[in-house]
T-cell receptor
Framework: KQEVTQIPAALSVPEGENLVLNCSFT??????LQWFRQDPGKGLTSLLLIQSSQREQTSGRLNASLDKSSGRSTLYIAASQPGDSATYLC??????????FGPGTRLSVLP | GAGVSQSPRYKVAKRGQDVALRCDPI?????LFWYQQALGQGPEFLTY????????KSGLPSDRFFAERPEGSVSTLKIQRTQQEDSAVYLC???????????FGSGTRLTVV
C-alpha cells in the first residue's frame, strides 16, 4: 500500500527566505506527483504536476523536483511571502486513478 | 459552472442522523472523486466515478457510507447513522478525463455531535 510522508510537519520562516518542503513515497510505481496548496476552510489548489517521466516542473517562484527511484519530491519556494502561508500537500497518483496524499506541511511566512 | 461546487459548506448532525452531501462537478467532467479529510491530516480516498459508473469504492470506511452519481454529473455522498468519527471535511474533485488535472471543491465540513 502506497504511503506518503511530508517533512517538516510545520514551518515558520521570515518573509524573503527560500525554503524547501519534502515529500516521500514508498512505492515508486507512480503515474504522477502533484503538489497542492490548501488555505483554511478552502479546497485544494493544484500548484505543480510532475509526470513520472519528468524530473521537475517550475511555475513562478515554485519549483518541484521528482526522483521516482528514491521515492522523493521536493517543493522549493523562492523569496517567500506572507501570502504563501498555507498547508502544502503532496499527492501521488498510481494507475488506479486515485490520489494518495501526505499529511501536509503547514507553512507560516512572517512579515 | 466555473468550478466544483459542494453543498452544504457546513453541516452539524446529531449522532445517529443521516446526512447527504452534494457535489456539482464542472460540466462535462467525466471523472469524480470523493475524499475524507480529518483535522490535521491529508485527504483520504473514498470513492471514484467515471460518468455514472462507480469504479472504485474501496475507500468507503463502512457500509454506512454510500455514494451515487445516477446521471453522470451531480454526485451525492450519503452517510447513515452518523457517528462522531465521521466528523471531517468531505472533498469532491472532478476531471475531464482519467488521470488528468483535477479541480477540487471547497468541501463540506461535517461535525457530528
Amino acid at each position: 500500500k502506497q504511503e506518503v510522508t511530508q517533512i517538516p510537519a510545520a514551518l515558520s520562516v521570515p518573509e524573503g527566505e527560500n525554503l524547501v518542503l519534502n515529500c516521500s513515497f514508498t512505492d515508486s510505481a507512480i503515474y504522477n506527483l502533484q503538489w497542492f496548496r490548501q488555505d483554511p476552510g478552502k479546497g485544494l489548489t493544484s500548484l505543480l504536476l510532475i509526470q513520472s517521466s519528468q524530473r521537475e516542473q517550475t511555475s513562478g517562484r515554485l519549483n518541484a523536483s521528482l526522483d521516482k527511484s528514491s521515492g522523493r519530491s521536493t517543493l522549493y519556494i523562492a523569496a517567500s511571502q506572507p501570502g504563501d502561508s498555507a498547508t502544502y500537500l503532496c499527492a501521488v497518483t498510481d494507475y488506479g486513478q486515485n490520489f494518495v496524499f501526505g499529511p501536509g506541511t503547514r507553512l507560516s511566512v512572517l512579515p | 459552472g466555473a468550478g466544483v461546487s459542494q453543498s452544504p459548506r457546513y453541516k452539524v448532525a446529531k449522532r445517529g442522523q443521516d446526512v447527504a452531501l452534494r457535489c456539482d462537478p464542472i460540466s462535462g467532467h467525466v471523472s469524480l472523486f470523493w475524499y475524507q479529510q480529518a483535522l490535521g491530516q491529508g485527504p483520504e480516498f473514498l470513492t471514484y466515478f467515471q460518468n455514472e459508473a462507480q469504479l472504485d469504492k474501496s475507500g468507503l470506511p463502512s457500509d454506512r457510507f454510500f455514494a451515487e452519481r445516477p446521471e453522470g454529473s451531480v454526485s451525492t455522498l450519503k452517510i447513515q447513522r452518523t457517528q462522531q468519527e465521521d466528523s471531517a471535511v468531505y472533498l469532491c474533485a472532478s476531471s475531464f478525463r482519467d488521470l488528468g488535472g483535477y479541480t477540487f471543491g471547497s468541501g463540506t465540513r461535517l461535525t457530528v455531535v
